[in-house]
């Protein structure tokens, strides 16, 4: 069983910045997809970003210029760098280990809070 924990959640002004972090339990090169999601009120779930086993990096358009996901492997850790951030950016960002179509694990999510 693979546990999955966030943090790095706060609150910020507009235009501020915040580095998320997603340590796994397992290791992180086992996995095929890493991501992080992200769920403001009255909204549905969204992709933020993602790394697939190829390497290969996709962004939600609203956030690419302003955020980077990367990985640290030896920490299993995956992380979101996140700059010049807007107040629609207020969300639970949650992080996402997937190993297959129907086999993955989500953290319980970190606050992020942009005031303007």
């Known amino acids: 069983q693979v546990q999955v924990v966030e943090s790095g959640g706060g609150l910020v002004q507009a235009g501020g910045s915040l580095r998320l972090s997603c340590v796994a339990s397992g290791r992180i090169s086992s996995f095929n997809v890493l991501a992080w999601y992200r769920q403001a009120p009255g909204k549905q779930r969204e992709l933020v970003a993602s790394?697939?086993?190829?390497?290969?990096?996709s962004y939600l358009d609203s956030v690419k210029g302003r955020f980077t996901i990367s990985t640290v492997k030896t920490r299993n850790m995956v992380n979101l760098q996140m700059t010049d951030l807007k107040p629609e950016d207020t969300a639970v960002y949650y992080c996402?280990?997937?190993?297959?179509?129907?086999?993955?694990?989500w953290g319980q999510g970190t606050q992020v809070t942009v005031s303007s």
């Open positions: 996402n280990v997937r190993s297959n179509a129907v086999l993955s694990w």
């Open positions: 790394i697939v086993g190829s390497g290969q990096i």
